[in-house]
């Protein structure tokens, strides 16, 4: 039998007609209140009350009776418009389309009020209040719902609820297949991320297209003309018809949908834009976009008041606009493929300017980009949202929207932790305690040992290191669950294991297609896509976006038109209908230890004091040395080190932007310099070097003498950063925490053995290139390693203290027990400190 006493105080306390205080609701299973439903009360709250009373059921084994009409006492349910003469709801204002989510929960001596503002507030409140008394629903789906049980349930609640972030409105990144409709949907309403504000954002200008076909037809002037033809979806957004056009369409859209906030308009996907010249004369890309805007901004405002459209800061339209915004204009800037070369501060600064409502839009999971693989969507890493949500907070933004993917293996922890933190910011700072709730009601007894897998693939805190895709990784992953299996009887907890052995089993299967000889490929392609249907109903993959990108992106193996996503079950061979059972579950983990071997060298971390060194030498092969390349920067920022001897000074460097050709609109190259003496902030910058594909000298200045990085970010495109004095120190970090060494194409470097190495152990992404040790000889060879491997190679007799060679190399290398510094000479490299000291090789003055 359990207990459980509630003292909360949340959000915003406000004084009250009735004070609040302790109650008992349930004392050994029986119900001391009745449910008190208003006759007044909405379809939609009557429905929300049946679920409440359903759960409250179940979780107190009482058996609640619902009574509509006056009564004194009781647990009062429902909106403001069912309770006027409670005199503290005058605190809501339901005419502002901002405040639908709001409630209040209050226990009186006569019982308990949970009241919201609006259906959807009233929504929220419910889900709340069993959120208190321990109900989650971590994942979609029965497996991953906790119900408690509570045979005397006290309460002392007196709290206002208001999120944090009004727009909420992160979607699904594909469509739905069935099941998974239902279950995401119960998901979000239980989370509390169904947002009562909701303005659209998604590209509009194709739906108009279809709207009005006859129209364009009749018209084809009113589409964008490009290479002399009108024939573009971006419209020709000088023509007078063609903005009547866009009036009529916004008026008309509310005459349809009355109740909705906002609607869309967002331009159509690309380019394409109209090349007649009154276009141009707009201005910019995003002058247009936003000028087209402003014409159904204007119409609905003046017709309806309180409505709003919603575009986004994308693509070629990201730069804030010359021209103002109409002020009911929702702008969401994309946190990703941004043309115009703008940080996101600079973006949030000027579109706030130029008059717009902003939010941010953000992807949270995409299968094209990350292929849940572990560690790899943005919401597996904690820390980011942890960072960056309260900052956007700080700045005013109160609309997070974007989307995310039913893939609850890879993205599950940070997709829920996103809906604590969207409601209320303040969480982001209590990490520890959401993740230790988590661990002990979804795996109890078994909470150790899931505790390190999820450490595994998520990064939790700054602690936790990304993952790196191998077979270690899968190993340790299938390790950990069978640990868990070990620890616990209880069934529902065994099923979630489950659930994420068949995420793992998913991993493993994608790690084999990719490394997978010619004539292999289409048969791990095979058991991959298999794999991931039969584990559909688990929800740990999203199963149309696997399906759908690998059929489309696999350019190796053959998908016969039987086999493709749209063939249903029966007539599609690799449509298995039935899921995995419990027994080929058992035998995939068993299989699983077995194959995955791990790789058993702890990473070593040193200091990142770093200082020059003298005494070490550069390989020598036929009588000349031999210097590396650092080869060209991807379009991830990179840092680069280096260190001034004598301030103040000037460090001359040669900036080459714009080296993918059709990226050069994503803006100039980014260099920032950093001290050690002042590190918080750039003691210089540059943004003058445009990306053109031409070499451009810049020096930057600094009063400080030692340690200096430089931080270089290009919006995506690629870039090349030298020093035109060639022995000043220039190196690159390559660790298994900071990663900050990205290369983009073919590279030679440097890397130092300290004295008494026995071995050089890391890890490669890519098969090309080789190691050569101080006396260039070749000692390993990454065309015999797979892809996404780690490497060990002995260290000959003689061959420690001196600078080796990772030569001809592509894809990211990273060391583990090895000081993980790259340079392109002896005279470039820089060490930690202590490595220095150690070793007798020499400091330079400092």
């Keep these: 039998m359990k207990k459980i006493i509630i003292h909360f105080c949340f959000s915003i306390l406000f004084s009250m007609a009735v004070f609040a205080q302790e109650i008992t609701l349930v004392k050994d ?8 439903l208003p006759e007044t009360a909405s379809e939609k709250t009557r429905k929300n009350v049946q679920e409440f009373v359903l759960y409250l059921n179940k979780i107190t084994g009482a058996n609640f009776q619902v009574v509509s009409g006056y009564t004194d006492k009781g647990i009062f349910l429902g909106t403001t418009k069912d309770f006027p003469s409670l005199s503290y709801i005058n605190m809501f204002d339901i005419k502002d389309p901002f405040r639908k989510d709001e409630y209040i929960i209050k226990s009186h001596k006569n019982g ?43 309460v002392n609640l007196d709290l206002y609820g208001r ?11 594909h469509i739905f297949w069935g099941y998974n409709k239902k279950t995401w949907d119960d998901w979000m309403k239980k989370n509390r991320m169904q947002s009562g504000f909701f303005v659209p954002s998604d590209h509009s200008y194709q739906a108009i297209l279809s709207l009005y076909k006859n129209i364009f037809s009749q018209h084809p002037e009113y589409l964008g003309l490009v290479g002399g033809e009108r024939k573009s979806s971006k419209f020709c957004i000088s023509n007078p018809g063609m903005q009547k056009l ?24 690309g380019g394409n834009w109209c090349e007649c010249e009154e276009c141009k004369k707009i201005g910019s890309i995003s002058d247009r976009a936003v000028f087209l805007a402003n014409i159904a901004a204007r119409a609905i405002k003046e017709k309806y008041g309180n409505k709003f459209v919603g575009m986004l800061a994308y693509h070629y339209h990201a730069p804030y606009p010359s021209i103002k915004v109409e002020p009911n204009t929702i702008v969401n800037i994309t946190t990703h493929q941004r043309k115009g070369g703008h940080t996101l501060e600079e973006l949030i600064d000027g579109w706030k300017k130029q008059g717009a409502i902003v939010g941010i839009s953000d992807a949270f999971c995409t299968y094209i980009w990350d292929y849940n693989v572990p560690g790899r969507p943005r919401a597996s890493d904690i820390t980011y949202l942890t960072e960056n949500l309260p900052s956007f907070y700080q700045k005013g933004i109160r609309l997070i929207s974007g989307w995310t993917e039913d893939s609850w293996g890879p993205a599950g922890l940070g997709n829920w932790m996103l809906s604590r933190f969207l409601w209320d910011v303040s969480e982001t700072q209590k990490v ?19 505790e390190k897998f999820y450490r595994l693939i998520y990064r939790i805190d700054e602690k936790d290191m990304r993952p790196l895709f191998s077979e270690d990784l899968i190993g340790r992953m299938y390790r950990y669950l069978d640990q868990a299996l070990s620890k616990t009887k209880d069934s529902a907890v065994k099923e979630r294991i489950y659930d994420l052995i068949l995420y793992t089993g998913y991993a493993e299967q994608y790690l084999k297609y990719i490394r997978a000889k010619p004539e292999e490929k289409q048969d791990c392609f095979e058991k991959l896509v298999k794999h991931i249907y039969r584990m559909r109903y688990s929800q740990m993959i999203d199963t149309v976006a696997a399906y759908v990108t690998l059929q489309n992106m696999a350019k190796d193996v053959v998908i016969p038109e039987t086999c493709r996503l749209n063939v249903p079950e029966g007539k599609n061979p690799w449509k298995i209908k039935d899921p995995f059972t419990e027994e080929e579950i058992l035998e995939l983990l068993k299989n699983g230890i077995k194959s995955n ?11 990142e004091k770093l200082v020059p060194v003298k005494g070490l030498k550069n390989i020598i092969i036929k009588d000349k040395q031999v210097t590396g390349d650092e080869g060209v920067q991807s379009g991830s920022p990179q840092t680069i080190y280096t260190w001034i001897e004598k301030a103040p ?7 080459t932007g714009g080296l993918i050709s059709h990226y050069r609109d994503y803006g100039n190259v980014r260099i920032y310099l950093y001290s050690s003496k002042n590190p918080e902030k750039p003691v210089a910058q540059d943004t003058s070097v445009p990306p053109d594909g031409k070499p451009y000298e810049i020096s930057m200045g600094t009063p400080y003498q030692g340690l200096h990085w430089l931080k270089i970010t290009t919006g995506g495109d690629r870039a090349k950063v030298k020093i035109v004095e060639p022995d000043l120190p220039w190196t690159f970090e390559s660790d298994i925490k900071n990663r900050t060494y990205s290369p983009g194409t073919m590279w030679s470097l440097y890397f130092y053995v300290p004295k008494g190495t026995k071995f050089v152990a890391g890890y490669s992404e890519a098969g090309d290139g080789k190691i050569l040790d101080g006396s260039g000889k070749e000692v390993f060879s990454f065309a015999q390693l797979q892809r996404y491997s780690y490497f060990k190679v002995d260290v000959p007799e003689g061959q420690d203290g001196r600078l080796w060679m990772f030569s001809g190399c592509n894809g990211r290398k990273i060391l583990l027990n090895i000081p993980p510094y790259l340079a392109p000479s002896a005279e470039n490299m820089l060490l930690p400190e202590e490595i220095v000291k150690k070793d007798i090789i020499g400091i330079s003055k400092k």
């Design 432 to 450: 520890d305690d959401l993740f230790a709730d988590f661990l002990e009601k979804a795996f109890r007894n078994a909470k150790e040992p899931m």
């Design 29 to 36: 299973g029986r119900p001391l209140f009745s449910v008190v």
């Design 246 to 269: 866009i009036e009529e369409y916004a008026i008309n859209y509310f005459e349809k949908n009355p109740d909705a906030d906002g609607l869309s308009m967002e331009p159509s996907d």
């Design 649 to 655: 000074a000037r460090l001359k460097l040669q900036v």
């Design 597 to 607: 071997t791990l790789f058993t060298v702890e990473p070593v971390f040193f200091s």
């Design 112 to 154: 308990l009020y949970i009241i919201g503002a609006t259906d959807i507030g009233f929504q929220h409140a419910i889900w709340d209040f069993l959120y208190r008394i321990g109900y989650r629903q971590f994942f979609p789906g029965e497996k991953w719902e906790i119900i408690p049980e509570i045979k005397n349930l006290k």
């Design 163 to 173: 999120p944090s972030f009004y727009g909420r409105n992160v979607g699904k990144g």
